[in-house]
């Protein structure tokens, strides 16, 4: 695909500068030569009815500069705006289809099975690439040959695009990693022949396919943490994971029982505190608000707040 520019895009909305609108990743950062041999880098973006933000993530991908990439959209058959952006930018999309589908996970393996890239990432059509991610990740991977799933650092981010909070660099961990998803989804790059030997993400998984899939692939694949910001997600009260309550929760214990056992944290302190919640909101009784406190407080001391539920 061929790198465009901000002046070969169509033209941004008046009111929005800056990343990605005005402003582009530099074409050979750190002096890199453009004569490397870089790795083909496949980024999908599942999309419905995101038409508010898509054109955002869209461009962040194109406007890399990166020499060997492929843009692929897969839409589950949007009602809003979103088809005619992706129209607009068709002529630099490697590939973009619009039809019913199963889910977010099964268009990102739809992607990811026809994508051609030695490395795969998905964006969500609401979050960003920072300028020059796609080159740390391709830099990483010159630098780590042996490396199968590449991370690094990133940001939550606000409807107009502000850092809400940035998501620090974290060595891998792998202890940690099986009881808490702390790589940012936005910020991970796998090497396709080894996510296709592991049979791709899971798609009875709605919200931790993510994590599952670092969970299969880890013990068998090498990982590689960097410290560069590659991924930004936005958060607002319509992204699945701010609204899935304890759906999410429960599909976490589920995930953490599957890989660890009848012991693991995240199943063990899931029931004690929903059915907690649950009591508390049917029977108006205090009681069990004040048993549920009791009981995340006593979590938090035994396992530490940032190693169980993935709050």
């Known amino acids: 695909m061929r790198c465009p520019s901000c002046y070969e895009l169509p033209l941004p909305p008046a009111d929005q500068t800056g990343w990605p609108w005005t402003h582009e990743s530099l074409s050979h950062p750190l002096g890199l030569a453009a004569t490397q041999d870089w790795p083909r880098i496949s980024i999908v973006i599942p999309s419905y009815n995101q038409g508010e933000f898509i054109e955002a993530t869209i461009r962040s991908v194109l406007l890399q500069g990166y020499p060997d990439l492929e843009c692929l959209i897969m839409d589950g058959g949007s009602s809003d705006q979103t088809l005619g952006i992706i129209r607009q930018y068709e002529p630099w999309l490697t590939a973009w289809v619009s039809e019913p589908d199963r889910g977010q996970t099964h268009a990102i ?8 890239g030695e490395l795969v990432a998905y964006l969500n059509s609401d979050d960003l690439l920072y300028p020059n991610g796609i080159w740390a990740i391709a830099c990483a991977y010159q630098n780590h040959p042996t490396a199968d799933l590449i991370y690094g650092a990133g940001a939550k981010i606000n409807t107009q695009n502000q850092v809400l ?11 940690l990693l099986r009881t808490r998803c702390y790589i940012l989804s936005q910020s991970l790059f796998i090497r396709r022949q080894a996510v296709a030997a592991v049979g791709w993400l899971d798609e009875s998984l709605y919200y931790t396919m993510d994590w599952e899939l670092t969970l299969r692939m880890t013990p068998r694949f090498p990982m590689v943490a960097i410290p560069d910001d ?7 009260p319509a992204t699945k994971t701010w609204a899935g309550g304890w759906d999410f929760k429960r599909e976490i214990a589920a995930v953490g029982r599957r890989h660890n056992g009848m012991l693991d944290r995240n199943f063990l302190v899931f029931w004690p505190l929903f059915w907690c919640d649950q009591l508390a909101t049917r029977t108006q009784w205090g009681l069990f608000k004040t048993l549920g406190q009791l009981l995340r407080w006593l979590f938090d001391r035994i396992y530490g707040a940032d190693t169980y539920m993935m709050r």
């Open 109 to 116: 393996n739809k992607g990811w099975q026809r994508a051609t």
């Open 230 to 236: 590659v991924g930004m997600w936005r958060r607002h």
């Open 165 to 175: 909070q940035k998501i620090p660099y974290r060595p891998y961990n792998p202890k």
